[in-house]
């Protein structure tokens, strides 16, 4: 179960960045060129520097947007396979085929594992509905289902940052958790220090565009909204970078015995705070602040060490110049709290009162969540769909619709993604992370790292309840450093407990994971079988859909034809509808074609055709223009001679009418 489990969720995380690569090679050519060149730098890198090669590859993954930008002047998602796979490379040599979770955490991580692992395959097909082929072999006619492609490898995008988050996690704990004491400081100096020097890098990066030139290696709109992109080409992810290490120089600090060292490294933290600012991303300050309270409760801890006081009056000195210069200066950045302050211009009740409501509502997001996980509430709408289904949500829960974003909300996107049995892992996983915080008890020499990571940790943790900070891979690593960073340092020894895998319950652990995955899959089947397969999706929530007609079915009345396999959404001016089909194959007398029409789940016509011989059927539909999915098949095509144009299946015609005659109402 042990080897099985990690080996399945490996190949379906390759699998996913496999698609992803594909794919993006479409977008920009080269790319996999650049992927093929990036393994075999990553695994020899990876062979020669079994602990180094990994944490500096995901430390130049903060830089990597910025470097597109400046190669090719623009940056998008599709662009960060060549980096992923060289990272992917570097910790294969050190790969181990059974999971190095220790308990507790095993069951929780794994079943996260596994239930990413074996839904975003499915979602993915559902999203193309149920035809993989269309990546292949484009379609002839006009298709709703290739609008869908770049949705699938969204999919693929997201299943990736939780697979790669976890398996990661699981590399960690196999190379530094399970070890002697000592081996924590060779985990900063592998893993750490290159992550904090990355962090000052895109610091300053943002300082200069902040204080600068906005327009400085930026895309998008962020410089006309006043706010500095940085390294990732995007001002809220940039600023949680920063946000996420901004303590963790000053928690080293209070370790560091010369002088100079300690101011360097509090002049670091000076940086990356200033880079946070120049970002102008809320929920980066929040996350920010509250890892720069670690300093305060380290120095309330123990003031006796003249190193303890001097790392926070220098912080403070640095803090209040920084703050003088920021007055001082009125960089073209905004910075965050002018937008707080134009979120909240006073303390009055009506103010605070719409300010909550705002936090929750998030510009109809969080509704639009709410009203998914309302809608789906066991299984989920699928990892990775909740950006595609939050305008048709958004609509639902307020009226009007919104462009597709996350739920601005960590917890509750998960909840709204994966349902109550997808979402057991990770809420297991939080709270025992939480109690760990809570009863963690470091060594004294190891306290003041325990509690820069321990804050920012919590930072994070709180700001995803105002964001998706952690949708973004050059995140969710490094967040990930940091939890591990803080269970190594625990003196309860949960993070260095051998994995025995003899033990009786750590077998149930995987059977219960695997229990919960696969009935989390089924469901998710049916439901992409059912009521969120894409046709079915689109006439719940009033949408347009449809593929595989020559022409739309829209109007009173008309005719059109159909390649093999033709969906349509269509619109119901009236009640009735009057569906005439023929086939005009020229063969079809010798052999007649199979034929087979459905009215929502319902078939209405089936059986086999000859040629020029038509069918009618009056059929119930909802009327006042309502929307109900025409679906059909034929089991064969043909091309009319001498023309190049698209294969035909099925002649259709239909009409709307206000009743049928006598002796044909109801559908057959």
Known sequence: MDRFTKALVAISALAALAFETIQSNRY???????????????????????????????ALGTLVPIVWIGVTGRFALWLLPPWVIALVAAAAPTYTSSWQFPQPWRFPLVAWALAIALTWPIVALRELDWMPTVLVTRPTVYSTVVHSIPT??????????HLLGLLWMDWLFGRFGRQARDRSRDFERAIVWPSVAAAIVAAIVAVYQGFFDLTFLTTGRWAVLGRAGGTLADANASGMVGALWVAVPIGMAFSAAPRIRTWLLTLGAAVIALGVWATGSRTALLAAVIALASPVHLALLDSRRPVRRR?????????????????????????????????????????????AWELWARNGYGLAAVAAIRDSPVYGVGVGSFHLL????????????????????????????????????????????????AR????ATDRARYVAAAYAVIGFGIASLLGMPGQSLQITLPFWILAFWVLLLVDSGSARTKVDRTDRRGRWEFETAIALSVVLAVMTVAAGLGSFRPPFRAARFNLGYRYGLHGRIEGVSGTTRTTAHAVEVAQAPTQWLKLTVWVEHPDANERPVEVRVWRDHDRIIGGRFPHGVPMTR?????????????????????????TRGPEEGLAMSWEFVNEPPAGNRGNP
């Open 440 to 443: 963690g008890s470091p060594a």
């Open 311 to 355: 790392v926070p009056v220098f912080a403070a000195a640095v803090g209040v110049a920084l703050t003088g210069a920021v007055l001082a200066w009125q960089p073209p950045a905004v910075g965050p709290l002018r937008r707080i302050h134009e979120m909240l211009p006073d303390f009055s009740s009506s103010t605070l009162k719409s300010v």
């Open 618 to 642: 009056y059929v119930d539909v909802p009327g006042d223009n309502r929307r109900f999915v025409l679906e059909s098949t034929v089991d064969r095509t043909f091309q009319r001679p001498g």
């Open 390 to 437: 939050s305008t048709a949500y958004a609509t639902i829960a307020t009226g009007t619709p919104a462009p597709h974003d996350n739920a601005q909300n960590w917890y509750r996107h998960q909840l709204a993604e994966l349902g109550i049995i997808g979402s057991v892992g990770w809420a297991l996983w939080v709270f025992l992370f939480v109690r760990t915080l």
């Open 28 to 58: 920009q050519n080269g790319v996999l060129a650049l992927c093929v060149l990036a393994s075999l730098v990553g695994w020899f890198a990876g062979r020669r520097w079994p602990e180094r090669a990994p944490g500096t590859i995901l």
């Open 152 to 161: 699938a490898v969204w999919i693929a995008e997201v299943a990736l940052v």
